[in-house]
């Protein structure tokens, strides 16, 4: 199949482009059958020189089938030699097959783990049972009540 795309000139970030005729299986930048125009992205959107086209021979080829590419069909509808719209794709913003089914073991899980929020919060709580850590809880506040009756005295000599 015949397409009449743009191939890529002119130096690092500096481009230049070049309409050409060519088969679609060749490099972009590669082979081609005709140069029919030109394209100069650095130049102003009005200036006559940024689009050139050899419009008799890009008509002859449209004739014997080639394809413009998007970029090249909105140049030859500015001339009024094909017909361009906008394309519309409503699934571009859409996330892809992976992300979805990401979101949706996410909400999976979410929606397990309210789940057991709530079972859990409806469940009476059994009374807490008596452990031996009674026994550990005079033991721990016999150094806590030594440390006052230590910081008293000391209390006591400032004052006086």
Do not use: C
């Not at 299986?25 to 029919?36: Q, Y």
């Not at 959107?45 to 419009?55: A, E, G, H, Q, Y």
Request: glycine share 6%; net charge neutral; charged share 30%.
């Amino acid at each position: 199949m015949l397409k009449i795309r743009l191939a890529r000139g002119g130096a690092k970030k500096r481009p230049y482009y070049s309409i050409v005729v060519a088969d679609s299986h060749s490099p972009r930048d590669g082979r081609f059958i005709e140069k029919v125009g030109a394209y100069n992205p650095l130049l102003k959107k009005d200036d006559p020189n940024r689009v050139t086209l050899k419009v008799e021979r890009i008509q002859e080829w449209i004739g014997k089938g080639a394809q413009p590419t998007d970029r090249v069909a909105r140049f030859l509808s500015q001339q009024g030699l094909a017909k361009w719209e906008a394309g519309n794709n409503p699934n571009k913003g859409q996330p892809g097959q992976k992300a979805k089914e990401r979101a949706a073991e996410r909400a999976q899980r979410e929606a397990d783990l309210a789940a057991a929020a709530a079972e859990a919060a409806a469940a009476p709580s059994p009374p807490p049972a008596e452990e031996p850590a009674v026994e550990e809880a005079p033991v721990a506040e016999a150094p806590a009540a030594e440390a006052p009756a230590e910081e008293a005295p000391a209390a006591e000599a400032s004052e006086g």
